[in-house]
């Protein structure tokens, strides 16, 4: 009875030994460095998750573990280690931004299909890539016309993206309605006023006759001074939002907005009034952007370059 139960263990374990080789076989060897098939699977799974609907193809996942193998073996070549500690304070760094805990974050990471090992994988290639930065590629000197050039050949809407440091001044017109009464009679006000100001009646004496704002009624309406930036950096009244919007799309001094309402307040119209834009900040934004855009394309050739060196075989196509 004894020798039986022993032949069943030993039956048992072998067939599950061999069962592991099979389901986990070396698909691949990439370098000297084997992939086995739950590599492959793993970071299949990752980069599906990542696609948003497009098709990830066998290539695309070998070229990603290339790609890693590549800058691993260089940053062991210049004797850099990427400790696990790294990673952890990244990845709490990220949760912080999200206002989450690190757990709260690793639940959000696997709900939504991505196993946090290959997650830990990829914050670990960033920080490589990041480290490898510096290394490969010699950041590119851009001059001051080349900045310019570059700035000016931009739309309305790309070149906004450079002036945050742009000083608006914006006025405007408050017609207080708060009753169905007053916005019929108001509304038709705010027409004609705004049809005076298009007309090129002097703004700040419209303002002074006709707003029910009594903060800036008797300064001609203005609202003072607002970064272009600030857009983007904090919450601002309807009025001052849209009028640096105006702004931001292209407007020039002098614009009037169309009449405007606040459901529950009144309408009002808004005018730009001045624009002064910081030139020597554009340039330093624009001449960020493309040494930053150069120095990608330059990381981006060396690790094509580098991929060329390695020898990759693929044993067998992955179902």
């Known amino acids: 009875m004894k020798k039986i139960f022993v032949f069943i263990l030993m039956t048992f374990f072998v067939n599950n030994v061999l069962m592991a080789e099979v389901v986990n076989t070396i698909v691949a060897v990439i370098g000297a460095t084997p992939i086995t098939s739950d590599d492959f699977m793993k970071r299949k799974k990752f980069l599906s998750a990542q696609s948003q609907g497009r098709k990830i193809s066998d290539k695309d996942i070998y070229d990603d573990i290339l790609e890693e193998h590549i800058m691993y073996a260089k940053l062991e070549e210049l004797n850099y280690e990427i400790e696990d500690k790294d990673v952890e304070t990244r990845i709490e760094s990220m949760a912080k931004q999200y206002n989450l805990s690190k757990d709260q ?3 959000e990471i ?10 830990r994988l990829v914050i670990k290639k960033q920080i490589a890539m990041e480290s490898l930065y510096s290394t490969v590629v010699t950041p590119p000197v851009i001059t001051d016309a080349e900045a310019d050039k570059f700035y000016e050949s931009q739309s309305i809407k790309n070149k906004a993206k450079f002036e945050g440091d742009t000083i608006v001044r914006l006025s405007w017109i408050f017609f207080k309605a708060k009753t169905f009464t007053e916005k019929g009679r108001k509304g038709d006000i705010a027409a004609r006023v705004r049809t005076s100001a298009l007309k090129g009646a002097d703004f700040e004496e419209l303002a002074k006759t006709h707003s029910d704002d009594a903060k800036t009624k008797k300064y001609g309406g203005d609202l003072g001074y607002n970064l272009l930036g600030d857009l983007s950096q904090r919450n601002m009244p309807l009025h001052i939002t849209h009028g640096l919007n105006l702004v931001k799309n292209g ?10 309402e606040t459901v529950g307040s009144g309408f009002w119209i808004v005018k730009v009034t001045s624009i002064e834009k910081d030139q020597s900040s554009i340039r330093s934004r624009v001449k ?4 930053e855009e150069r120095s990608r394309e330059a990381f981006v050739k060396w690790v094509v370059e580098e991929k060329e060196k390695v020898a990759v075989t693929i044993y ?3 179902k």
Not at 110 to 119: N, R
Not at 288 to 291: A, E, G, I, Q
């Open 316 to 318: 067998s196509e992955i």
């Open 251 to 260: 407007s020039k001094v002098g614009t009037v907005s169309a009449v405007k």
């Open 105 to 107: 974050f690793i639940k």
């Open 288 to 291: 960020s952007f493309l040494s």
């Open 110 to 119: 696997e709900a939504s299909g991505i196993p946090f090992d290959e997650y």
